[in-house]
Nanobody, 124 residues
Framework: QVRLVESGGGLVQAGDSLRRSCAVS????????VAWFRQAPGKEREFVAV????????NYADSVKGRFTISGDNAKSTVYLQMSNMKPEDTAVYYC?????????????????WGQGTRVTVSS
């Protein structure tokens, strides 16, 4: 059974950087697309970034483009979300999600494996 274990959340100040990690276990890492979503208080879950199963393609929400970078390490079976120049509006619970041979969908309904979610708070 494939599991996703997240780490790297916390409290930062506006302008700071933070890196989230999503470790994939129980499956072949290179066959899964992994995406990041977030949900702010009182709002719906929204797409943040995605890395296709082969790592060749990535996509970002307009709100994070140029500030966030998604990457993968096959040796560690881990996908990272590097968040830079963070803003208070980035405050949310962040989730990683995976789907077998996913091409990079930005829709949460395309993903059937989810991490536990971790809160990220950006103070102004």
């Amino acid at each position: 059974q494939v599991r996703l274990v997240e780490s790297g959340g916390g409290l930062v100040q506006a302008g700071d950087s933070l890196r989230r990690s999503c470790a994939v276990s129980g499956g072949i890492f290179s066959t899964y697309a992994v995406a990041w979503f977030r949900q702010a208080p009182g709002k719906e879950r929204e797409f943040v970034a995605v890395r296709s199963w082969n790592g060749y393609n990535s996509n970002y929400a307009d709100s994070v483009k140029g500030r966030f970078t998604i990457s993968g390490d096959n040796a560690k079976s881990t996908v990272y979300l590097q968040m830079s120049n963070m803003k208070p509006e980035d405050t949310a619970v962040y989730y990683c999600a995976a789907v077998y041979y996913g091409g990079g969908s930005i829709s949460a309904t395309s993903y059937d494996i989810w991490g536990q979610g971790t809160r990220v708070t950006v103070s102004s």
